[in-house]
Every structure is written in C-alpha cells, then in structure tokens.
C-alpha cells in the first residue's frame, strides 16, 4: 500500500558531504513521523535523526551538529543532509515513515536501505 523509495547513497571520502532523499508513495492520508536509521555489518540499528509533521527534530548524538532532517510535508518526502562525514558514518541508511492510509489504517513503513561508504 505504502512504498519507501530512498535515493542518495555514494563513496564519500572524510570530511565530505552527501544528502539523502526519501519519497513516500501509495494510499496515504497523513504521515506523523519520517526519519533516517542505519545499520552497520554485525550491529543492531540504530537512530540517526527523525521529524515529526510539525517539525520536530531528534538526532543521535554522534550526528548532531553534523547531519539536518528536513522534510516536506506536501510531498511526503524527508532529506538528510550529511556533512563532515566520518568512516564511522559507513552504514546502509533506511528511511523510515510512520504511515496513516486512507483507509485510516497506522503502520511503520521502512526503505530498502541505501548504502553510505566514508572511506578515502
């Protein structure tokens, strides 16, 4: 019913910037909350940033002064601008969306993920 399609992914080498894109598609009547997780080899996932549709931001600390959350409520799409990326920032990344249809059903919806590589 409801898709996540991320775009943005790249080698990036330290100190670089990349931004990454999110479009929610399908029967969607309100999203309340989008966001970004990643995930190394052999971790859990973890938070990176998400905003509400009011504009609340929350950011992992080890990201914060570095990445911006944005989103556009209009277009059911979210952007993470990455700057002064680190190799500990290597991950696959997943867009995440907390979903109402318009069937009023409620559901998490997450992205294939996108591959983030910080290496020189």
């Known amino acids: 019913q409801v898709q996540l399609v991320e775009s943005g992914g790249d080698l990036v080498q330290p100190g670089g910037s990349l931004r990454l894109s999110c479009a929610a598609a399908?029967?969607?009547?309100?999203?309340?909350?989008m966001g970004w997780y990643r995930q190394a080899p052999g971790k859990q996932r973890e938070l990176v940033a998400t905003?509400?549709?009011?504009?609340?931001?929350n950011y992992a600390d080890s990201v914060k002064g570095r990445f911006t959350i944005s989103r556009d409520n209009a277009m059911n799409t979210v952007t993470l601008q990455m700057n002064s990326l680190k190799p500990e920032d290597t991950c696959v990344y997943y867009c995440?969306?907390?979903?109402?249809?318009?069937?009023?059903?409620?559901?998490?919806?997450w992205g294939q993920g996108t591959l983030v590589t910080v290496s020189s």
């Open positions: 905003i509400t549709s009011s504009g609340s931001t």
């Open positions: 995440y969306a907390f979903v109402t249809t318009i069937s009023r059903s409620k559901f998490e919806v």
């Open positions: 399908g029967s969607i009547f309100s999203i309340d909350k």
